[in-house]
């Protein structure tokens, strides 16, 4: 009777372990005229959360991130032009430090040493033609010194890294 038991856990324990192993698939977000593919998010250099789920943590991350890349995409972007990206690495300002008991979570340390960075293809259309697409590599080596370091936003030195981007490098190949 117990070996029943054992064997029906032992299996039951084993389909778990193979849903975990499962690939997941690359979030995709989309606003308006952006659509971003994060390819591949536990393997991205630095987004690690101090206080909230994991999963929860990048959801909002990449949904604050794409609304924020849309704001400015409207400004810079013609009727009927997209903006399609594919993320494949993003390091988030600061760096992760752990608290040894003294917090629940680690502390985010923002310091100038540790800039925003991201890693991205990307493809502009119109009528479903391409008029634009390259492959970036970003950093903001100035983050904590240009005008928006005293707001207080989420993610205010990321979204400023694609910010600046679309306005110095995509605005004038429009």
Do not use: C
């Not at 704001?71 to 990206?85: D, H, N, S, V, Y």
């Not at 970036?136 to 904590?144: A, Y």
């Not at 990321?158 to 004038?172: H, R």
């Amino acid at each position: 009777m117990n070996v029943k038991y054992l064997l029906l856990a032992s299996a039951l324990a084993s389909q778990v372990v193979m849903a975990e192993d499962a690939p997941k698939p690359n979030p995709v977000t989309e606003v308006g005229l952006v659509k971003i593919e994060w390819q591949n998010p536990k393997d991205f250099r630095d987004i690690k959360t101090s206080n909230e789920l994991q999963s929860r943590f990048e959801n909002r991350l990449f949904e604050t991130l794409t609304k924020n890349i849309n704001k400015q995409a409207e400004k810079i972007l013609k009727p009927g032009q997209t903006l399609q990206m594919t993320v494949t690495n993003l390091d988030l300002a600061g760096d992760m430090r752990p608290t040894f008991g003294a917090t629940p979570g680690d502390l985010r340390i923002v310091k100038d040493l540790y800039p925003p960075r991201a890693t991205f293809s990307y493809s502009i259309s119109e009528a479903d033609k391409v008029i634009v697409a390259g492959d970036e590599k970003i950093t903001d080596m100035s983050f904590m010194y240009n005008s928006h370091r005293f707001n207080d936003r989420p993610f205010q030195y990321e979204t400023t890294l694609f910010t600046d981007w679309l306005q110095k490098s995509i605005a004038p190949k429009l």
